[in-house]
């Protein structure tokens, strides 16, 4: 309904709320207002049903005769049935109907079936049924326009204006849909070939849903839940989708690598003595085919080769898949400590006159850091004496500042043989161990028959250090002769082992299997190196879960064992749940979303309790537009806890809302306060929950225009002041009853002085200031809707015809008021509260000396109550001479005509 239009102030004023349903006060009526009620069989419907809505008239002696009823065409899937035309169904015996259709609406004349003239009890009227349409959405409430007019036995309108009826509360809900039994794969994705790690794609695919009632239908894939996150290294990957309980999966291709290259060096690439390996931003690029290739982090790979007390440049394999790539990293040792000869040349025994040949000798650099490095033996790095005479000659080798000398021998008694007269008293290694040749001794055999003995070195002696396990021969070589003895090397052996991580769940209920995740142990072996590796259910014994209890579990690693134990627990028993504080909000307008928060459920199993947040994901079977009180459904941890809510009907609002939504604050009229301020009252009345529902715009939007009816309403206002020489008037609408107009003298500074003359030449002179205000009450802020008009005596001036008023602003910018003139008055238009100067120019008997000084105005304290009526000198005798009794006298004349500034008293109506 209309109530702020030219039209509807009238029916704004006659309608009241009662019992949910707008019932007129008919002037024309001697006795109660009559009623018209509006009941329907049910509250909710399936799409396709229909519910039957009851009309009866209730007049309590009221003199009615006819009740004319007009139906407009509804709207949200709703259509009124009958006999297929809109008909009134079933007419009481107490009534006779004579229908009448029109375009978008059926219009009937419902009169007494027995003849009398007047109504005179509750009538039954019949009753209307309405259908909601096939596919109408949830929710949708029943809607019509139906409005009813009472009539006399003229066809006279009782009251003055018609009357609305608030229909029942029905809405459509939506039936459950049939359960899912079977579901398959109808057609697979568009894309079923993937590098690892890609994303399923499952645009294309299509699953076929069987459901109980005998029906399928289609479902794209994407709607169904896929269990994988990305696609796995295999060269098939299974794909699970799930759908309301139903489960199927398909098989995808995974694309296979077919080579590797390094794309991107580790960050760190020059290590210190003793430093492990680090891959960290090393990327491996893994070719596919086709050009597709995919990046793979280094610490992926399987690392060898590198060795940390190697000083120098190495280079390092990676293995990935079958697939190895080799880069280069150099281990920097420090200062060279010491060189020691690790392999004798080739050449050992020389005729004479033959020079040094240095090939196959190899040295052995020990560096401060504890690196060592080998290096072949150069001649640039060897000084040997010459081979002039037999015998033994020495070669002295000299790198970065350190030497070392070995011998060799010039031909003249060459050497036949060499014996191994006692091999090193240690025979027996471990894998990675170098050679200890203390306790070995040689027999050196010459071409005459002598011999000789010399200490075996570790320079006479390969290989010495012993990478493989098992027996080994070492080879000792002097002068060009050789001797061999055997080493046993024994492989690597566990020693020790130990629990370097439990695992993450050590707590199990009765049946449940182990699990290792989050275990791992450390392990030491004979040669003093370590290795931690994850716990593995094949390691673990002693795991017996069949009665509660505290097993402890053995860990066995190639005959090395540690224990720990876990905790068995009897079975799990069902959560029962409660409230252990209620959600904030149980009560809800129609339509309005369940708000669970607040809410804290107390879960207790046993001795075991705990409290859960209650969220929205835990309730189900909320019904917003089922009215009355409804169980939503809550489940968590397998518990279920029904909780009551309230749904209430939200027709009293949306009334409302309707009305403020009509609301035009351009159509307002002064005589619509009132019923602007009814409605108000009326809205503020509500409930708080059905005043949650009302529109915050439309509340706003009401206010002002209780405002703006209130102003509209003042009448024109003329304000006097000093003397009737300023009158500022105010037409009808621009100033509310609750605002205060007030005009001030202020006092005129130099600044301001300064700045008119910038304007207006050197003789511009400021004649008067006022300060002009409105001060207002009311829900607005202070201020006037429309200019305001102020007429200003221009008496005063020396010559009005030079006379301008100038706004200013609060920076002192000046702005220009047209001033109209009629003699001795100027009116102009006020657009804003502000300040505002009268202007005009000095009289010529004003004019200052040449080079002297223009004397300052008499000041005025600023709000002062008094202003300056009488004008400055230019209004009395000016005489010529200083301190002239004309002109005293007309100075005190002057001062006496100083009144306050006064403001007329004015009637509020």
Not at 29 to 57: F, I, M, N, R, Y
Not at 184 to 197: I, N, R, S
Not at 346 to 357: I, M, N, P, R, S
Not at 671 to 697: C, D, Y
Request: charged share 20%; net charge negative; glycine share 10%.
């Amino acid at each position: 309904m209309r109530i702020c239009g030219k039209r509807g102030v009238a029916a704004l004023l006659a309608v009241q709320l009662v019992g949910g349903i707008f019932l007129p006060t008919a002037t024309a009526l001697a006795g109660p207002a009559p009623s018209l009620l509006a009941t329907a069989d049910k509250s909710e419907v399936s799409s396709g049903e229909s519910v039957s809505v009851q009309l009866s008239l209730s007049t309590e002696g009221s003199q009615v005769a006819i009740v004319q009823l007009v139906l407009n065409t509804p709207e949200m899937g709703w259509s009124w049935v009958a006999d297929g035309s809109d008909r009134w169904l079933s007419p009481s015996p107490n009534a006779t109907v004579d229908e009448q259709s029109n375009v978008g609406s059926h219009e009937c004349f419902i009169t007494p079936a027995d003849g009398s003239a007047y109504f005179g009890q509750t009538v039954e009227l019949g009753a209307l049924e309405a259908l909601a349409g096939e596919g109408a959405p949830a929710g949708a409430p029943l809607a019509a326009d139906l409005r009813y007019t009472l009539l006399d036995e003229n066809f006279a309108p009782l009251g003055e204006e018609d009357r609305s009826l608030a229909l029942p509360d029905v809405s459509v809900f939506a039936p459950a849909p049939p359960a899912v039994t079977g579901f398959a794969v109808e057609k697979l994705p568009d894309k079923t070939l993937y590098l690892p790690g890609e994303e399923p794609d499952l645009t294309g695919g299509l699953l076929r849903v069987d459901y109980g009632d005998g029906t399928s239908a289609q479902l794209p894939m994407a709607e169904a839940d896929c269990d994988i996150g990305a696609v796995g290294e295999g060269s098939q990957q299974q794909i699970a989708l799930t759908y309301q309980e139903q489960s199927v999966s398909f098989s995808v291709g995974v694309r296979q690598p077919q080579g590797l290259t390094v794309q991107t060096l580790p960050d760190k690439t020059r290590y210190a003595v003793g430093e492990g390996l680090d891959l960290t931003g090393g990327l491996l690029s893994a070719d596919y085919g086709d050009g597709l290739s995919l990046p793979v982090q280094m610490a992926e790979a399987t690392s060898s080769g590198y060795d940390s007390t190697r000083v120098g440049e190495q280079p390092v394999t990676l293995r990935w898949k079958g697939f190895a790539v080799s880069f280069s990293v150099t281990v920097d040792g420090g200062d060279l400590q010491s060189i020691t000869l690790a392999t004798l040349p080739d050449k050992t025994v020389y005729q004479v006159g033959e020079t040094f040949d240095p090939a196959g000798g190899i040295l052995r650099l020990e560096y401060a850091g504890g690196g060592w490095a080998e290096r072949p033996l150069a001649a640039d790095l060897c000084q040997a004496a010459a081979f002039d005479s037999p015998g033994e000659k020495s070669v002295l080798v000299t790198l970065e500042g350190k030497t070392i000398s070995f011998a060799v021998a010039v031909a003249d008694n060459p050497v036949t043989g060499l014996v191994l007269l006692s091999p090193p008293q240690r025979l027996t290694y471990q894998l990675g161990e170098e050679l200890v040749v203390a306790g070995g001794r040689l027999q050196v055999c010459y071409q005459n028959g002598d011999s000789s003995e010399l200490e075996l070195t570790l320079a006479l002696c390969g290989p010495i250090r012993f990478t493989q396990p098992g027996s080994q021969a070492v080879t000792v070589t002097y002068l060009g002769q050789s001797a061999v003895f055997t080493v046993q090397v024994e492989p690597r052996q566990l020693t020790g082992i130990a629990l370097a991580a439990l695992p993450a769940k050590t707590l199990y209920r009765v049946g449940e299997p182990f699990d290792p995740t989050g275990g791992s142990v450390a392990l030491t072996y004979s040669d003093g190196g370590k290795e931690v590796r994850p716990l593995t259910a094949e390691m673990v014994s002693g795991f017996d879960s069949t009665a509660p209890g505290e097993p402890v579990l053995t860990v066995s690693v190639e005959g090395q064992t540690t224990t720990f134990s876990v905790q068995v627990l009897p079975e799990e028993q069902p959560w029962s749940l409660s409230f252990a504080v209620l959600p904030a909000k149980s009560s809800y307008l129609q339509g309005q979303p369940l708000d669970p928060s607040g809410g804290v459920l107390l879960l207790s199993r046993g001795e075991e309790q705990r409290c859960v947040p209650l969220s929205a994901e835990m309730c189900s079977r909320y019904r917003p537009q089922l009215l009355g009180v409804q169980m939503v459904s809550i489940a968590c941890e397998d518990g279920r806890l029904d909780w009551p809510v309230t749904v209430l009907s939200r027709a009293r609002v949306d009334a409302l809302n309707a009305q403020l939504e009509g609301i035009s604050l351009e159509d307002v009229l002064p005589e619509e306060e009132g019923a602007l301020q009814a409605l108000l009252e009326q809205a503020e009345a509500l409930p708080p929950l059905e005043r949650e529902g009302l529109s915050a715009p439309g509340l706003t939007r009401l206010k002002q225009a209780i405002d703006r009816a209130a102003a509209l309403a003042a009448p024109e206002r003329v304000e006097h002041f000093d003397q009737n020489r300023l009158t500022v008037r105010a037409p009808q609408g621009a100033l509310s009853w609750l605002c205060d107009l007030s005009v001030r003298e202020k006092v005129i500074s130099e600044a301001l002085t300064q700045a008119v003359q910038r304007l207006r030449g050197e003789r511009a002179k400021v004649w008067r200031y006022y300060q002009l205000e409105v001060e207002s009450t009311a829900r607005s802020s202070g201020g006037f809707d429309a200019p305001l008009e102020v007429r200003i005596s221009l008496d005063d001036l020396a010559d009005p015809t030079t006379a301008a008023v100038f706004l200013v602003a609060e920076d002192g910018s000046l702005s220009q008021c047209p001033l109209q003139m009629e003699g001795e008055w100027g009116t102009f238009v006020a657009p804003v509260p502000g300040s505002y100067a009268l202007v005009g120019e000095r009289g010529k008997e004003e004019e200052p000396e040449i080079g002297a000084g223009e004397p300052s105005a008499p000041s005025i304290p600023e709000g002062g109550g008094t202003s300056s009526s009488g004008g400055p000198s230019g209004d009395s005798a000016h005489t010529g001479e200083e301190g002239s009794p004309a002109l005293l006298l007309a100075l005190l004349l002057a001062a006496a005509l100083l009144l306050p500034l006064t403001r007329r008293s004015r009637q509020r109506r």
